[in-house]
């Protein structure tokens, strides 16, 4: 079954950074745009940025632009959001999202990030 699976999740101090991991398995990967998104507790999924097939698509929401970094290996099949000068308002379920015009679409399960001292 194709699928995207999320991993690098875990427990960050405040300040701290962290790389998180897309793999797609089972489909054309490179056809797809990738997107990351995360969910905070209580509230709704929001997207932090993307990035297209090319490796040098990447773009952020104004809130992560200078600290997130979107990143992709078409020949791994892997996306990656690398994290940094992490706070506590970066704690969420992080998702990824692959999008490919007139193809379906996999969403991952997420990782949890907490960023806490």
């Known amino acids: 079954q194709p699928h995207v699976r999320e991993s690098g999740g875990g427990l960050v101090p405040p300040g701290g950074s962290l790389t998180l991991s897309c793999v797609g398995s089972?489909?054309?990967?490179?056809?797809?745009?990738i997107y990351w998104y995360r969910q905070s507790e209580g509230k709704e999924r929001e997207l932090i940025g993307s990035i297209g097939p090319a490796p040098d698509s990447a773009s952020y929401v104004d809130s992560v632009k200078d600290r997130f970094i979107i990143s992709r290996d078409n020949a791994e099949s892997t996306a990656y959001l690398q994290m940094n000068r992490l706070t506590s308002e970066d704690t969420a379920v992080y998702y990824c999202n692959a999008v490919s015009k007139a193809l379906p679409t996999f969403w991952g399960q997420g990782t949890q990030v907490t960023v806490s001292s």
């Open positions: 089972g489909f054309r990967f490179h056809w797809y745009d």
